[in-house]
């Protein structure tokens, strides 16, 4: 079992920047890749950004977002720049067991093992 309990949501202003944070307990955290998904209502969850050996990134935040993550403190964090109201949705961190590479193809969430309560993120206009 991991759990994983994310922090640092909230409300901003368009173009205001957010760090997500996401802490893990359970297992070998460094066994894992480690991922942010997005939620908006009335939408499917949606894959934004995942970290194993190598980062990657759906198209809508590439060059907005950073995914990075530190071993000894068992965390992941999602820096959020320039945010657009599209952004806004509940962000939720999930762990998927083994090193991934996401070269061909994004992530389904359903591929994802373990996942956090989620944290509500809403960009204003």
């Known amino acids: 079992q991991v759990q994983l309990v994310e922090s640092g949501g909230g409300l901003v202003q368009a173009g205001g920047s957010l760090r997500l944070s996401c802490a893990a307990s359970g297992r070998t955290f460094s066994d894992y890749t480690m991922g942010w998904f997005r939620q908006a209502p009335g939408k499917e969850r949606e894959f934004v950004a995942a970290i194993s050996w190598s980062t990657y990134y759906a198209d809508s935040v590439k060059g907005r977002f950073t995914i990075s993550r530190d071993n000894a403190k068992n965390t992941v964090y999602l820096q959020m720049n320039s945010l657009k109201p599209e952004d806004t949705a509940v962000y939720y961190c999930?762990?998927?067991?083994?090193?991934?590479?996401?070269?061909?193809?994004?992530?389904?969430?359903?591929?994802?093992?373990?996942w956090g309560q989620g944290t509500q993120v809403t960009v204003s206009s």
């Open positions: 999930a762990a998927n067991y083994g090193i991934r590479s996401y070269k061909i193809r994004q992530p389904h969430h359903s591929e994802y093992d373990y």
